[in-house]
Structures are given as C-alpha cells and as structure tokens.
C-alpha cells in the first residue's frame, strides 16, 4: 500500500514564492491533478516531491516515513517531463533499460520488451529520439519512468507538446496504464478539460496555495473559491452586492441566489459568477430581457454574447435551438442555484 | 528552473568542497599571488611616477592607443563588407568561409607577422611580383616596420572577427523591422540607415570594442613588424624586463596597461546597456543568390572586395608554406629534416627537436591544467548561488591582464621562495594553463548551458546517483565539446609566445619563441618550416572545432 502525504510545502526562489504552504495526500492508484495557471507553483510542487528541489519547509512521505533526506535517484519515483528529456545518445530501449540496468534480479531485455510492448512500441526499440514522433517520444518517456517499478509517478504537463487529437488518445492510454500499475500519481497540467478528464481528484492550485482539491465534478461543481470559479469553465462576471440572505443586486437588478451559497452578510459587495452553459433559454426565474450582440456558430453549439440589464453575458445553448441573429431580442433566465457569489477581491484578476 | 540535482546532498558537500578548493588554490598561487607581487611593485610611487612622467613612455602609451584605434577602423573597414556578404549572399563555399573566420582565434600571431615579412617585406611576393609585372628596378612597396604594416597585420587578424560578430548579428535580425518600414515607405537607404544599422550597433560596438582590446594589448606582430621606431606597451614591458632588467619600471608600466584596458572595457560593458535593443525575432531574412541576375554594381564591388581580401588573407600564410619548401636551388625539404635534428642551433640555443618537445610537454601539462579549470568555471558560472556574479569576476580575471603581464607576474612570483625551486617548463606551462583556461572555459559554455538539466534529472529520478549520471548522461552529451577544449587548448599553448618568451631561460625555447629567434636572425627557410608546423596544428583545432559545430546542427 503506497500513500504520498505532502505536508505544509514551501519553497522560495530568491525573493520569489514558489509555494507558500501546500498540503495533499494521493492514495494508492489515485490520480490527482495539479491544476493552475502557469507560475502557480505546480510544477515546483512535483520537482520537490521528486527530490530535484529542497523545500524550505514542510515534509513529503510515502507510506508515512519522511523522503526528505533522500536524493532523487533513491527516492523510487517515476518522472515523466514536459519534453520527455529522453536520452538524445541512448536508443530507445537503452534509454528504457538506464533505471534497471544496475539491479539485481531483473531481466532487463525482458522487461524492456515487455514495457515496449505496454506502449505499442514494439519495433522501435533500436530508434534514436531523435527519429521517433512526439506521441512515440512520449510513450518512450512513460516507459522509461515505469521500468524501475517507482513507488509513485509524477508527471509534468506530459502532454503538452502534442497536438489535441493525439493528446485525448495518449491521455486514455495513460490512465489506461496508470491503472494498470495502481500508483499514487501526481500529474501538472494548465489544462482544466485534460485534469476533468484524467483525474480522481484535482488540486486548484493559485499563487503558491491550493484553493481547493476534490473530485472533478465537485470542484467544477462546487467552486469554492472566487479563484476556482473564475479558472474553470467559461462564463461572465459582475460586481454586485448582497441585498439579503437570497438575492444580490447586479447593476440594480435583483437576481435570487440560492441560500447554501448566500451566507455572505447584507451590504457587502461581490463577485458574481455564471456559466456559460448554466444560462437558459426562455422564462424562468431571474428573467433577463437580452439583446444578442454576437452570435457564433460552433458546429456543437452556438456561443451568444448578450447584452442584458446586469452587463454582458455569455451564453452557450445548444445546437438545434434555431440560428440567432445579432440584434434579435430574447429572454434568459438564471437558475439561482447556478450562480456563484463570492467577496469581491481587491481586484478583478 | 534548477540547474543542478539535488544540490544539497550531505554525501557530496565534502566531495564538493575539495572540487571548489583545488582550482581556487591553483588561482591563488599561480595566479593571484603574482599579480600581487608585480602589483606592489608597480604601484610604488618611484617607478609609477617614472612612468608617468617619462616622455619616452608618454609616447609610447599615446602611440598604443593610436594604433590600435587605427587597428580597430580598419578592421572595422574590412570586416563589415564581409559581414554583408555572408549574412545576406548565398554562393558556394559561404559555408566554409564563414568557419574560417574562426581562424584568427587559433592562429599564432608569430607566424602572420612571419608571413606578413615574406609576402609584403621588401624582398617579399607582392613586391617581387610588382617588379616583375612593371618592370621595375627597385621594390615599390614599403610597408613593414612602420604604423602602415603593424596596422595591416592587425587588421588582417581581427577583421575575420568583425565579420564573425556582426554577421551572426545581421542573420539573426528579423526581416519584419525592415519590411514594416518598407510598407511605410522607407526606402533602401533609409531601410539600411535608420533600421539595419541601429539595429547592428550592439554587434558593431562590441566586435570593436573586442579589437582594441586585441589590439591594444598586441605583442608578436609589433614586436615583428614594429622595428626599431615602433613599439605598444607589451613591447615596452618586454624590452624592459628582458633586456635592461628593470623590473619596477616594467611592473609600473603594466599598472598603466591593465587600468587602460580595464577602463576602456567598463566603459564598454557601460555602452552596451545602452544600446542592447532585442532584435531577434521569429523569422530570418532568406539569403540572395549570389550568382543570378540583378544588382549588378553591388555585386562586382562585393567581388572585388572578396578578391582583395583573399589576397590579404592567403597570400601571408601561403608565402609562409612556400618558403617552408624553398632552397637555393629549387624546391626543397631540407628545412623540415633540419626540424627533427638534434643538432645544436646557436639561434634557437637548443636543438629543434627539443624546441618542439618542450612545445609539445608544455602544451600538455598547460591542457591538463586548463581544461578542468575552464570546466570549473563554467559550473560556477552555470551553477546557482548567491554570490555567483563575483565568483565568475575573480575567476574571469585573467582575462582583462595582457599575457606579457602574466608571464611577468609569474616570472616575479616564482622567482622566490616557496616557488623558485619551480623549474621552467613548468612556470611556463602554468602561464599557458592561466591565459587559457578562460578561452577553454567559453568553449564548453555553451555545450554545458545547451544541456537540458531535465536529463541529469531524469537519470537522478531513474535511480542514478549523481556520479552514474555525471559519467552516463552528462559527459557523453559534452564529450564533444570536452575534446574540442583540449584540442582548442593544446593548440593555443603551442602558438603562445608572450607569456613563454618572458619566463623562457636557455633551452627552453619553444616553437613560436624559435620562429622569432630564427625570423631575427633572417633564417627564413627554417623559420618558415617551424611556423608551418604552428599552422599545421592551427588547421587541426581548426576542423575539431568545426566538427563540434556541425555535431551541434545536428543535434
């Protein structure tokens, strides 16, 4: 039973903070998500774990016993990198082969064929990187740092440097393994459909702190955040002010929200936040009369950008609906359990 | 983003202790220590005043600033059509010239002022074809041991330099600046004056800067081509120190030297911050075929400029390989037996085999010594801790002192206790090691820097310690560039002469030294074959060099 626990990390370069303080544990075969803008201090976050960068304060353990002390290379992880840092003089299954090759008791050719055969890569295993596609490179990548049998896997944005049809391909192929190998994972995106997609558990993470951590469909769900709502999916913001426990005023308009959200005290002022998707169509309660600005096709869907009594909003109906020209007046309503409402910051970032 | 792995390891804090401390105790005592010694000695009030004063001296400081500004524009003359011409013509053999250009970095001064004599010098190729062609009755040309032929050879070592730095710069500029300005009506002119060049001033000024710097701290090629009227500081120092002995005096001047050059190079690093603009974008212009229709006046001026400066450029080094071959009567090669004679030569005071076996053995231990030392500092220069900048400063320092000096500071160094018992190979060889490991240290920068550290990583991650992946990963990706040091090194020591030429005793001359000793001695033929020998180690750090370049493309 593996089991990382991440306690209170902090790490500063010169007077930058990196981390200011993050807290995760990830479960054996669990697969959680580092999710954040660039420079939010995910990838520090792994380089730590990984034993590339000392922490300043704060422990990481597996199992419960302390991996601070350790260097990288007896720490027992597996690292897959952003551009995969294969070898560039090794063929492929040396490259496979470098993390066993010293260890007694393995059949290195064997378990090189066999983590060969794991990413479909059978042929390939005289190539040089150099001669290999970025998917290759990446399934190359992947078995190199699951051939020592590591304790944990970290990977850093491992599909980034691939085009979109290809990600969502090499990213079922990676759960798919991921599985198979039942490691605690810890895996650094700035992708939010990648980490809905992929994880059990996804961490928000902004400026150094983890603002919230949960499953996919709670956190996209449940913000809880200003940051975490604003981050994933797309939508409008306002500034408005709470009037009383169910409704807020939006550029003097009332909109009711719904009380499990509302415990903010009368008076104060606001950010409020609604999905793209969350606006309907047609009467009901919070009507808003709207007129289109801009209405873009999208195959799928049809994004509406609308002007409306609380600002401009934007909305995503479905495809089928009927075309909706610019101009056109319409009425929206927004079901109060779709809005969020959170203090307004000292800034709209 | 990290540079090194784990960099706090206990097991290693000892092993890198000992790893900083032999290469700055090195420093210290063949470096630091002298310097101090000549330092105290000519900053004395008596003979700094000496100096200062002297109207001797006064003119022969004022004369080294105006050669070497003149130096520096012509260079600048020469190497800013060539710049042009590779940066912006496609034709064959670009390619090959523009690796050439690499050439004065590696070639020995001693042999281009040997070469200059036998293709420019009154009895020399140029002369002797213009009797021939006009008949005439005396040479017409009188060139040497004047301003006009130590300018002339300067130019001709570091116009190549002109044309490395800037025409790198002029490919690199994006082509968008000029055609924005094109779609706003600018013309050619305009194009070239008001964006091309401000954009290439950075490159401009600091390849000039780099010249005077060369050029003012110049010694082989005045002391040649100089005679008897001409001399720059280097020389002043040298006559000083080995011929009247007075070592005050030549401490003094030294002082005068290093703040020169160290103020013109403030006042240089000062400009550049002004006038660094980014100028490198996406895209780059593509480059003209030289031999297809259109701009035709350009293209006969850049030909006749191509012509004029081949001849400048060939004609040195290949009277030097001719007259290596020539005998009274007709083709010979009797002066390269005479090479590997043991012999005793009166002008080389030793025989010429042991001339190039002391060469060889100094070139050897001076490789040893420098090529870790240049790896040294590229780690701290590379690496990340706190006071890295003035780390780099003092281990960069070498640099900013002219090679005459250095020789000289370890002349006076280990001319007492604890070191006199240091014999000469070894001073010299250890003055060798202190003027090149900087130049070694540049030439592994960038195959350190252009290793991705997400691969020493990945070893460490796979379960490498950080020697596994020192010696697996990281060496075998810079080996490379390791060796091109040490060929680049080796060849650097066998061509020194200032530095060897100040500590040298009797038996201890070196192949440049016996070049000069034998060219004094109007001993052509032999010194020809010795210098041939410098170029023909020359052309070899020269391919090794262009072997990494190609292994760099492809990778």
Redesign the interface.
Known sequence: MERLEVIDLEKSFGRTRALAGVSFSVEQGELLALLGPSGCGKTTCL?LI?????PDKGDIRIDGTSILGL?????G???V?Q?Y?????MTVAKNIA??IRF?SGIDVRARVGELLSLVHLEGRADRRP?ELSGGERQRVALA??L??SPRLLLLDEPLSALDAALQEELRRELRRIQRAFSLPTVYVTHDQAEALAIADRIGVMNAGRIEQIGRPDEVYRHPRTRFTAAFLGRGSRFLGRISSGESVIVNGHPLRIAPPRAEIPTGIEVEVIVREEDVRLGPGENSLPVEVVESEYHGDARVIIASTPIGIVRVRIPEGEGAVQPGARLTFHLPPDRIFVFPAGNELS | M?RR?????D?TVIGRAVLYLIPIAFLGIGFYYPLGVVLRDGLAPGPLRAVLTDPCFLHLIAFTLKQAAISTALSLALGLPGAYLLARYEFPGRRAIRALTAVPFVLPAITVGLGFILFFGGNGVLNRFLMWAFHLPSPPLHLLYSLTGIVLAHAFYNAPIVMRTVGAAWEGIDPSFAEAAAALGAGRWRRALGITLPLLSPAIMSSAALVFVFTFLSFPIVLVLGGARYATIEVGIYTLVRTLLDFPRGAALIVVETAISLGFSYLYLRAEGQFAVPVQGERKAPRIPFFRRGRWGEKSLLAGYAVAIGVLFLGPIGAVIADSFRGEAGPTLSHYRALVSLGYNPFLGTSPLHTILTSLEIAGIATAIAVPLGAFVVRIATGRFPSRRIAETVLMAPLAVSSVAVGFAILRGFSRPPFNGVGPVLTIALAHAILIYPLAGRVLRPVVEGL?P??I??????????IR?FF??EL??ISRGVMTAIVFSFALSMGEMSATIILMRPGTATIPVAVYSLLSARQFGPASAMASLLIGVTAVAFLAFERVGEGLGE?
């Open positions: 380089r990984a034993g590339f960068e000392r260097p990288p290379e007896r720490r992880i597996g690292f990198f551009h840092a294969l070898f560039p003089h470098y993390g260890r150099a190199r740092a051939a020592p | 990290a792995v784990g960099a706090g390891d097991a991705d997400n691969l990583a990945a070893a460490r991650g796979l379960g490498a310690g950080p992946a697996e990963v075998p990706l990778g």
